[in-house]
């Protein structure tokens, strides 16, 4: 199962926002800490290096473009806005046009496991089709991670 497209909100203070919903079979201890812990999110997206702290930042590296073709990607600093484990974390990515990447992910228990709920603020120039693919194949391989299957292909996802 992918996941699927994101929902469009406006946030009060006008912002455009995408939202994607995904429901984990796993507890929110283990969706938290593969979306925090260093080793885990090497599994699916990028590694940090680094003493995380709220106002602070570690050192990214994405790694995952390698299965879509891509290149490892040059370490980036990362700001942690926010940090309440194992619920809540805010980080701005900053991006080349000076435009920083704010995504907000919460973990909320849900019945069958954990929902995550993964939002990326729009910046100018950056519309819901040109991030939608992209996260909706992360997601995927946050899931294929959690449950030990294989990783996504990224030609499933990639636009036309």
């Known amino acids: 199962m992918t996941t699927p497209p994101a929902e469009i909100r406006t946030d009060p203070d006008g912002a455009t926002t995408a939202v994607w919903r995904r429901e984990y079979p796993d507890p929110v201890e283990d969706v938290w800490a593969a979306i925090t812990e260093s080793e885990r999110l090497g599994r699916w997206i990028g590694t940090w290096t680094g003493e995380p702290r709220v106002g602070g930042t570690v050192s990214f590296t994405l790694t995952g473009e ?16 926010a940090c309440d484990p194992p619920r809540h974390l805010v980080v701005e ?6 435009q920083s990447w704010h995504l907000d992910l919460t973990v909320e228990a849900h019945e069958k496991g954990a929902v995550l709920v993964f939002a990326q603020r729009l910046v100018e120039g950056v ?9 909706r194949w992360y997601l995927d391989r946050l899931g294929a991670s959690l449950a030990g299957t294989p990783m996504p292909d990224w030609a499933a996802y990639a636009p036309a």
């Open 93 to 98: 990515f900053p991006a080349p046009d000076e």
């Open 127 to 135: 519309t819901p089709a040109d991030i939608d693919a992209g996260w």
């Open 66 to 81: 390698v299965d879509a073709g891509g290149e490892v990607d040059e370490p980036t600093d990362v700001l942690i806005l």
